[in-house]
């Protein structure tokens, strides 16, 4: 192991695909007639099988989550830090599994990978998914893992509404569901942002309605613009403050349009950083998911009565200075829970860097779910 | 006068041109050999011209403040609500004065004028401006118009900032400073914004470098989604909430990128209203003179030190909702203001509209004016 790596690495992992041949029936009404799923795993699972936990990412994540696929990458998966021997979510107890959910772009089946049918890409004629059937896609891969019940389902941000809603839909599979940094529906000022994202990509000359690949371009100029954007909603105002300020990068300015200010580096950068590693029908389609995401609207009943189903148990953590999805919105969540009687944990952790908060090692936070998962590792 | 036409309109108005032909240095170090003006005027002047208001336009706004051009505008001025006879920029008192800032693109000599020294269209080579060039220009307007002193310099947001740098450029020119949702400067978030609302003009495949007048095109795409992502700055999360919600254009989800929320529709609206009658040039430029307006940065010493050349009185005005530049930004103002041992009166209005408060009716804003207004009115 290379000295850059931490100790508590899990090291050299290796994505697996698990091929599902049953037709799945998607919430638009399409079905499709068979998929893929690219996950990883790490840890051991136990003899009962019951010390699994299933990691849900969120929009622009996919299943590679912890460890190295070289020595020589560059970073690590992308919740590195909490996915180790010894870390919050440890995998010397927890069987560990992180799938690319369904419509993605890293492998699972979505808009770049072939249509069994006609033999093309599937491109925009990939049908737009919900929460709700990629839990379905997933407890197919429970299925295929042997995984009757999840000792729990973790998520931040999207991957926080995932985890609420297996908490329904699945109520006997799912022991505890850990709700991070999430909300029971985006506001209009949510989907305002996504939408203006979904434009940037929709009315980018290189998109040609989503067929693309057939021109051999991409559309990353509106790509590069909604990662931008997105990049302004993870972060606080205070954060942005404390790390940027007003610094310039130069020292003056220069009365021109190149980088100025310190914080229109750091956007370019991220935006041009995305352009390459995603793709644009994907990133229209999870914002979709996003959008979509609403449990009362969709049953049309509150919110306490959705949660009426659920069983598990529930650990909700929220940011103060979390504006995309506020603490007010996970209180939201927590009411419903409590009108049903369910046993809920909650922590709101005093944190200055925003929505991008659930993937920082803040020591308040760490605390926060290690004793959760120490309390579902002594049940063991 | 038409029976749409409110009994306290200032009714038909014509714009006027000022042509100054002396040079203006301008703060990047450009000399504009001369520069044309144009503005519109309200009210009469009295005969000590002590009466005179100049009112400041922000983002996107003009000289056109209030009152019709033809019978058949759709809309009046921009202000409208607050100028004419008995409002709160009473016409009856007060000669009330707006220009077109330099660099703009209603008429006054900017990136869609000619360029006397080579006969061309300025677009990308007009110079940067900044507040102070666009204060040195409205002064020489003054002087064109005899008005030795504004009885009140009046603006909200980016007007606002005009406002109070007329009070340390000009000190002795400026009775009152009516200062608006303003801020001593922008943030790390506000530069962010403006930075993806001009990289969505700047990579516009129709931008060109700013010579898209020669191409007979326009960055339509840019300049639409530099527009709906500015509305999102100036609604507030709750005013979005109330006005849209999750709201369904049709209904239901139909599972595609058409408009499928309220606030999608909106968004677009203003994007599609804006193109057209804004030009990407003079956008880009007005973000910049947002950006680099910094008093303190500019002067490097601290706010006080800057306010400690003004006279004037000041009214400050913020809304509990605005986000882009909250109240806690303009009581920095007010902090440095009364550390010189300025008169200040400070209003902070109840509102749910946001930043884009400013430009509505709202009772305790109206009376917040009115009676600043009134003592004026009185000391003529």
Redesign the interface.
């Known amino acids: 192991m290379p000295e850059k790596i931490d100790n508590n690495s899990v090291g050299l992992v290796t994505p697996e695909k698990f091929h599902c041949s049953e037709p799945i029936s998607l919430s638009?009404g399409e079905v499709l007639p068979e998929f893929d799923i690219v996950y990883e795993c790490y840890g051991t699972l136990n003899s009962n099988k019951s010390n699994a936990l299933l990691i849900c990412h969120a929009l622009s994540g996919d299943h590679h989550v912890a460890g190295y696929h070289t020595w020589e990458d560059e970073k690590p998966g992308w919740w590195d830090r909490f996915i180790g021997p010894g870390k919050v979510f440890d995998t010397d107890r927890f069987f560990i599994v992180c799938c690319n959910n369904l419509g993605g772009c890293s492998g699972s089946t979505g808009p770049t990978t072939t249509n069994p049918i006609n033999g093309n890409r599937y491109g925009p004629d990939f049908?737009?998914v919900t929460v709700s059937d990629w839990v379905e896609s997933q407890a197919r891969l429970a299925d295929h893992l042997g995984i009757e019940a999840w000792l729990a389902v973790v998520g931040g941000s999207l991957g926080g509404m995932q985890a609420m809603q297996w908490s329904v839909d699945q109520p006997d599979r799912i022991k505890n569901a850990i709700v991070i940094a999430a909300a029971p529906?985006?506001?209009?000022?949510n989907?305002?942002?996504n939408?203006?994202a979904?434009?940037?990509i929709?009315?980018?000359?290189n998109f040609f309605e989503g067929r693309y690949y057939e021109h051999s371009v991409q559309p990353d100029?509106g790509l590069?613009?909604a990662r931008?954007?997105g990049?302004?909603t993870y972060?606080s105002?205070d954060s942005?403050?404390k790390?940027?300020?007003?610094d310039l990068r130069q020292g003056k300015?220069n009365?021109?349009?190149g980088v100025?200010?310190?914080?229109?580096r750091y956007?370019?950068y991220q935006?041009d950083q995305f352009v390459g590693r995603f793709d644009a029908n994907s990133y229209?389609l999870i914002t979709?998911v996003l959008?979509?995401y609403?449990p009362e609207?969709t049953e049309k009943c509150s919110l306490a009565e959705v949660f009426s189903r659920a069983k598990c148990d529930f650990l909700v953590v929220s940011f103060s200075t979390d504006?995309r999805f506020s603490p007010a919105r996970s209180k939201k969540i927590i009411k419903a829970l409590h009108d049903n009687g369910l046993n809920v944990s909650y922590g709101e952790v005093k944190s200055s860097q925003g929505h991008d908060s659930f993937l920082m090692t803040i020591p308040q936070y760490i605390e926060i779910i290690r004793s959760y998962m120490d309390k579902l590792a002594a049940s063991l």
């Open positions: 638009c049908p737009l529906k985006l506001t209009a000022q989907i305002a942002f939408e203006v979904r434009q940037a929709l009315t980018d000359p100029r590069r613009l931008m954007l990049h302004i972060l105002d942005m403050a790390k940027f300020g007003r300015i009365f021109d349009y100025e200010f310190e914080i229109e956007l370019r935006g229209l979709k959008d979509y609403d609207g504006w």
